[in-house]
């Protein structure tokens, strides 16, 4: 059968124009169905957007109903360069007066010089034992301890051996070695700028009386003449400096710790001591986060209202609206969280039972508006119904915070009203999608057929022209003869 390598070639007719029109016609419903898939797909992403929106605000609201948050102390130090505080969930507002007279340290021994830190001094076996040297007193021109010295050992610590042998008994070996004991020793060479310079010092890592080093070692003679150490007999160590426990007074009551981070000297707290010196402390209320929560929530409050709007609202000029305009959903949203808002908490005669009588009122555009005044005054002076107003204790519902939470929880959890329109619209675009591709096939079929006919149609012509051009040469032979 004859071919033609374009359609209407053969037929001298406009046929592949008339196709793509016969095709563009059978298109318009995939299309509409497009335009159906974008539709939906916009409001999917407006719930999106909608559920981010209720997730903070849920953030929000969920920090308010935690009665911690109400109980919470802070402290201010009037001097801050004697100490600083940190304050716990325990701590109580009160006012302290602090006198640092001494701060903790770690105690340091030192060794004889030797004129190398390279050269072999002796092997055998080290322990470093910890604990508080009683009685005695130190020789200041010596360094050590005079007969009479006693020490108790710390029971919580375990002296654990230390083996110098050929590879390590240098004294740069030796320091070596008791660094990555972990002993709970620190170990350097200094060096003093005398014939027989290099000193090894040992720092205990730990401050405080507990921490004073005994140090015991078997061997060879050398090894125990450079680092035995026995504060109640044979010294070979210098002390520089001795370990001691802090000591200071909190509204005059001694107290003394090991370390100067001082832990619950008083109620709640931990004490950073930087220095000797004396300093006031007050601890007080912390309204100031208190402040920064309910401030955050209103933000957080109207965010959403503003989102809202946005996903609802009509542009004249377009004359289109937006992707939420008119949804069930958010409006149903909105009533209820705004219901919540507006239902007072239960409680006694004197207890606060409404937003507003803290200075967050809704307005008439639905978001709320905060007076700061009148909220600084709430909090400076009935903290406590200001936080039964938003927290409640542990088993019970009441209190904005709590309600609000569980309000959003409800409404986007896996059977919530939220949820559920999520899941219509991804069931429909599906549909969408689904409809879309059945279309597009019995497009595609459609098209073919006209094409098929169109091709038959245009070899049918062009066959036709070919016998009429035959028979017209026929005929003017035929005349041209008589």
């Given at each position: 059968?004859?071919?033609?390598?374009s359609?209407?070639?053969?037929?001298?007719?406009?046929?592949?124009t008339?196709?793509?029109?016969?095709?563009?016609?059978?298109?318009?419903?995939?299309?509409?169905?497009?335009?159906?898939?974008?539709?939906?797909?916009?409001?999917?992403?407006?719930y999106?957007?909608?559920?981010?929106?209720?997730?903070?605000?849920?953030?929000?609201?969920?920090?308010?109903?935690?009665?911690?948050?109400?109980?919470?102390?802070?402290?201010?130090?009037?001097?801050?360069d004697?100490?600083?505080?940190?304050?716990?969930?325990?701590a109580?507002?009160?006012?302290?007066?602090?006198?640092?007279?001494?701060?903790?340290?770690?105690?340091?021994?030192?060794?004889a010089?030797?004129?190398?830190?390279?050269?072999?001094?002796?092997?055998?076996?080290?322990?470093?034992?910890?604990?508080?040297?009683?009685g005695?007193?130190?020789d200041?021109?010596?360094?050590?301890y005079?007969?009479?010295?006693?020490?108790?050992?710390?029971?919580?610590?375990?002296?654990?051996?230390?083996?110098?042998?050929?590879?390590?008994?240098t004294?740069?070996?030796?320091?070596?070695?008791?660094?990555?004991?972990?002993?709970g020793?620190?170990?350097?060479?200094?060096?003093?700028?005398?014939?027989?310079?290099?000193?090894l010092?040992?720092?205990?890592?730990?401050?405080?009386?507990?921490?004073?080093?005994?140090?015991s070692?078997?061997?060879?003679?050398?090894?125990?003449?450079l680092?035995?150490?026995?504060?109640?007999?044979?010294?070979?160590l210098?002390?520089s400096?001795?370990?001691?426990?802090?000591?200071l007074?909190?509204?005059?009551?001694?107290?003394?710790?090991?370390s100067?981070?001082?832990?619950?000297?008083?109620?709640?707290?931990?004490?950073?001591?930087?220095?000797?010196?004396t300093?006031?402390?007050?601890?007080q209320?912390?309204?100031?986060?208190?402040?920064?929560?309910?401030?955050?929530?209103?933000?957080?409050y109207?965010?959403?209202?503003?989102?809202?709007?946005?996903?609802?609202?009509?542009?004249?000029?377009?004359?289109?609206g937006?992707?939420?305009?008119?949804?069930?959903?958010?409006?149903?949203?909105?009533?209820?969280?705004?219901?919540?808002?507006?239902?007072?908490?239960?409680?006694?005669p004197?207890?606060?039972?409404?937003?507003?009588?803290?200075?967050?009122?809704?307005?008439?555009?639905?978001?709320?508006?905060?007076d700061?005044?009148?909220?600084?005054?709430?909090?400076?002076?009935k903290?406590?119904?200001?936080?039964?107003?938003?927290?409640?204790g542990?088993?019970?519902t009441?209190?904005?915070?709590?309600?609000?939470?569980?309000?959003?929880?409800?409404?986007?959890?896996?059977?919530?009203?939220?949820?559920?329109?999520?899941?219509?619209?991804?069931?429909t675009?599906?549909?969408?999608?689904?409809?879309?591709?059945?279309?597009?096939d019995?497009?595609?079929?459609?098209?073919?057929?006209?094409?098929?006919?169109?091709?038959?149609?245009?070899?049918?012509?062009?066959?036709?022209?070919?016998?009429?051009?035959?028979?017209?040469?026929?005929?003017?032979?035929?005349?041209?003869?008589?």
């Open positions: 059968m004859a071919s033609i390598s359609l209407g070639v053969g037929s001298n007719l406009d046929l592949s008339l196709l793509t029109q016969l095709q563009t016609a059978e298109s318009q419903p995939l299309v509409n169905l497009q335009s159906q898939q974008v539709s939906f797909t916009t409001k999917l992403s407006a999106g957007t909608l559920k981010n929106s209720l997730t903070s605000l849920q953030a929000a609201a969920t920090k308010l109903s935690n009665p911690a948050l109400f109980q919470g102390v802070k402290g201010n130090v009037s001097a801050t004697v100490l600083s505080v940190v304050a716990t969930g325990t109580v507002a009160g006012d302290y007066a602090i006198d640092v007279t001494r701060l903790a340290q770690s105690q340091s021994l030192v060794s010089g030797q004129a190398s830190a390279k050269t072999a001094i002796g092997t055998g076996t080290v322990k470093i034992e910890f604990g508080t040297i009683t005695g007193t130190l200041p021109a010596t360094g050590t005079n007969p009479g010295a006693g020490f108790t050992a710390d029971a919580t610590r375990t002296a654990l051996p230390i083996t110098i042998d050929a590879s390590n008994n004294l740069e070996g030796i320091r070596d070695a008791i660094n990555s004991s972990k002993a020793v620190s170990a350097s060479i200094v060096n003093d700028g005398s014939a027989t310079p290099n000193r010092v040992l720092t205990s890592t730990q401050t405080g009386e507990t921490s004073s080093m005994s140090i070692v078997t061997g060879d003679a050398a090894l125990q003449s680092l035995g150490n026995d504060p109640t007999g044979t010294q070979n210098r002390q400096v001795a370990a001691q426990n802090a000591k007074t909190v509204n005059g009551i001694d107290i003394s710790s090991t100067n981070v001082v832990k619950e000297a008083i109620q709640g707290t931990t004490l950073n001591l930087l220095k000797i010196g300093s006031k402390l007050s601890m209320k912390d309204t100031a986060s208190v402040l920064s929560a309910i401030g955050d929530f209103v933000k957080a109207n965010s959403l209202q503003n989102t809202a709007k946005s996903l609802t609202a009509y542009d004249a000029d377009k004359k289109q937006a992707a939420l305009l008119g949804d069930a959903t958010l409006r149903n949203l909105q009533t209820r969280i705004r219901q919540a808002l507006n239902t007072p908490q239960s409680g006694g004197d207890d606060m039972k409404v937003l507003s009588e803290i200075g967050v009122s809704l307005q008439k555009d639905g978001t709320l508006s905060m700061s005044d009148k909220l600084s005054a709430a909090l400076n002076n903290l406590d119904g200001v936080s039964k107003l938003f927290a409640s542990e088993g019970s009441a209190g904005y915070g709590k309600q609000l939470s569980a309000l959003v929880d409800d409404l986007t959890s896996t059977h919530g009203a939220l949820q559920a329109a999520t899941d219509g619209v991804n069931a675009l599906k549909q969408l999608d689904e409809q879309y591709t059945k279309m597009q019995h497009v595609t079929a459609t098209v073919d057929r006209y094409r098929a006919q169109f091709t038959q149609l245009d070899l049918l012509v062009s066959s036709m022209n070919n016998t009429m051009k035959y028979l017209t040469q026929q005929f003017d032979a035929m005349s041209s003869s008589d």
